[in-house]
């Protein structure tokens, strides 16, 4: 059988059978009556490649070239100057509909009657987009309600992080989202030349079937957000205060523990870290998609929690713990990392890339002193490091199936306005707003966002994560970039291919839900509320409740991807 790696189209039954879960009842989810509904909580294997209804890719120019080349997307290219922005759309489609879009945004909700949103939907038509805001701390579970009342508007944005709450999301999406395909398929650069451009990767990670057996039922059902790749995530250190108190940037984790003792203390309120849970697994090699790892000498899948790195982690998290080397209120999950690390009570935080360039941001308002930096990779008892680098689409925009053709066309309208790139007049709006308003250039030309466009152009998510744009570049402090183009350069040789690349997993319900029992458990073991001699019984405890049974689902996949 081919494999998907070969541009062939995933096709196993067998797949979706060994996990031995039922009816759509033990998903959860609605038994829908049209034909084209599926119901399952068996999970699905997608392929993300091998497509032939995909839109036909034909390349944007840029208008402007990046100062520094990368080879995307896993190490982009970047700016180090501000180029004189040209017009990306020449030919304005007139837009007259009315949408709600439901949106994830983190902190205070900003203003749809501010400025910027006039100005948006002025320039890309006249189409206006009303934009439900929601808690994006609780987004990814309430969401799940909202998809199966059909209570999100015209369209809702996900992210794909978010996609693990829903126990079958593969149903939510054939069953309450837009088929695309139709009007997206073969050339669509006459009217939508800049979603055209899109890396073809991105539409086929926007792919969902019907019946994921059987080829022929594979549709596009959302519009891909930027597609992103090299690390996203990683560990920032308040470099002023590592010179400041003479220790060197640790280059293992045994050496990052040393410095976390060296530097932190209790009493009187300094603490290496404000929270450490969800990134430290890429130090202990926890494996890839959920958590499996295939060993090549045993030709068997390993899930981390069987490996001896498990226990190492948890050793760790725990030794942070015991020695008061993380803040007494990590387990509440509500401390502001960000605001911490910036008034230097914490020396180290996880998160995302783009909080470097927040963080040089507020340096260069005034709002903050010092600098951060990513740690370099890290592994512990002298193994070679390992960066995950997964190309993947950071999310969709999924369009409501009760729309008429004309608005989802419509829709699209907007979405191939937003896929301009860095270097464009669109772009600068829908990223900095309107010029004196919401933001002003710097000494150096770039843009610098002002109080207001800080509150609302700055919000994490609203039309900026409408579509993805034909390039993804590193932008912003042309020293921040400097930094940051070079770190993506030396990190390469520690990249990490995930096996499981070119098909999206959806793990069985049941699996899920004991995986999420195992990391409610691991908590409480890394926070003292268990004791690390019960590692073996939460370990079986999981096998029992669904990770033996998806030992087999995962094997399967992996044969299927690498032929074996």
Not at 102 to 122: I, K, L, Q, R
Not at 210 to 237: E, K
Not at 482 to 504: L, P, T, V
Request: proline share 6%.
């Amino acid at each position: 059988m081919p494999v998907p790696s070969s541009n062939a189209p995933f096709n196993r039954r067998s797949l979706f059978k060994v996990a031995g879960l039922g009816a759509a009842g033990a998903a959860g989810l609605p038994v829908l009556a049209a034909c084209s509904d599926i119901e399952s909580g068996e999970g699905a294997v997608q392929s993300t490649e091998g497509f032939d209804f995909l839109p036909t890719y034909q390349e944007w120019p840029l208008p402007v070239q990046p100062d520094l080349v990368g080879e995307p997307p896993n190490h982009p290219s970047g700016f180090t100057s501000y180029p004189e922005p040209v017009q990306a759309v020449t030919e304005l489609p007139s837009g007259s509909g009315t949408y709600e879009m439901t949106v994830p945004n983190w902190g205070a909700n900003p203003s749809n009657d501010d400025p910027y949103f006039a100005a948006v939907s002025e320039a890309w038509g006249g189409t206006v987009i009303n934009l439900r805001h929601a808690d994006g701390n609780t987004y990814a579970d309430t969401s799940v309600q909202w998809l199966k009342a059909n209570e999100y508007g015209d369209a809702i944005m996900m992210s794909s992080w978010m996609l693990g709450s829903h126990v079958n999301f593969q149903e939510t999406v054939v069953n309450g989202f837009y088929d695309l395909t139709d009007i997206v398929k073969g050339d669509i650069a006459g009217r939508w030349p800049l979603l055209a451009g899109l890396p073809t990767a991105s539409w086929g990670q926007s792919v969902w079937s019907t019946d994921v057996a059987d080829p022929a039922t594979a549709r596009i059902y959302g519009i891909p957000g930027t597609l992103s790749g090299g690390q996203g995530n990683a560990v920032f250190v308040r470099t002023d205060y590592l010179e400041a108190a003479n220790l060197a940037m640790p280059t293992t984790v045994e050496e990052l523990l040393e410095v976390c003792r060296a530097w932190s203390d209790d009493a009187n309120g300094k603490w290496a870290f404000a929270t450490l849970d969800w990134f430290v697994g890429e130090w202990f090699s926890t494996g890839d998609t959920e958590g499996w790892k295939w060993d090549e000498n045993e030709k068997k899948m390993y899930h981390t929690s069987e490996l001896p790195e498990f226990t190492e982690l948890l050793e760790f998290r725990r030794t942070l713990w015991d020695e008061q080397l993380i803040h007494p209120d990590a387990p509440s999950g509500t401390l502001d990392t960000h605001a911490m690390q910036a008034a230097g009570s914490v020396l180290f935080t996880q998160d995302s890339m783009i909080w470097w360039g927040e963080f040089a941001r507020q340096v260069k308002t005034g709002e903050v002193e010092g600098a951060i930096a990513p740690l370099p990779p890290l592994a512990a008892k002298g193994r070679t490091p390992i960066v995950s680098m997964n190309p993947a689409v950071e999310g969709w925009t999924f369009l409501n199936k009760d729309l008429k053709k004309e608005q989802v066309e419509e829709i699209l309208d907007v979405a191939n306005w937003c896929a301009s790139p860095y270097g464009t007049k669109e772009y600068e709006l829908l990223q900095y707003g309107v010029e004196g308003e919401h933001f002003d250039l710097g000494e150096d030309g770039t843009p610098v966002l002002t109080e207001s466009g800080s509150t609302i152009v700055g919000a994490p998510v609203n039309y900026k994560a409408l579509c993805g744009q034909v390039q993804n570049f590193l932008t912003g402090d042309p020293e921040t970039v400097q930094a940051r183009f070079d770190y993506n350069a030396a990190i390469q040789q520690y990249g990490s291919k995930n096996m499981f690349e070119g098909m999206r997993i959806e793990g069985p319900a049941d699996f899920k839900a004991a995986a999420s029992t195992l990391w409610d458990q691991q908590n409480d073991i890394a926070y003292g509320r268990a004791d690390l001699s019960t590692i073996p019984d939460i370990v079986q405890t999981f096998l029992d409740n669904g990770g033996e049974a998806a030992r087999e689902y995962y094997t399967e996949a992996y044969k299927s991807v690498h032929g074996e």
